[in-house]
């Protein structure tokens, strides 16, 4: 049961990856430019995440659908994949408004 969330993560990346893959709409499109842009949204959010948790507004608690494995203290692995799949799903729609609705 705690793989649950994790797996929840993998199998919205890979949906997300198919859709992006048949409309060619970031990674299968420009994956330099893509790979550029989701290593700085994702860095800019793990900053946040690591400036709330040293401030004490975050922390890892404990649930029954996630591991106990962390990073770091109070940052676990489903976080990273979180805000992965935050900027993926934001690029992806970013790139299908400016594209426009496929035919």
Do not use: N
């Amino acid at each position: 049961m705690q793989l649950l969330y994790l797996v929840g993560l993998l199998v919205s990346i890979g949906c997300l990856s198919l859709i992006d893959r048949r409309y060619s709409l970031a990674f299968y499109h420009d994956a330099r430019r893509s790979c550029l842009v989701m290593a700085a949204a994702i860095g800019l959010f793990i900053g946040w995440d690591l400036a709330g948790i040293g401030l004490g507004i975050f922390y890892h608690g404990s649930s029954h659908y996630a591991l106990d494995f962390t990073l770091l203290p109070e940052f676990p692995l489903e976080e990273l994949l979180f805000l992965f799949l935050l900027c993926y799903v934001s690029l992806l729609a970013y790139q299908f408004a400016q594209k426009g609705e496929p035919a």
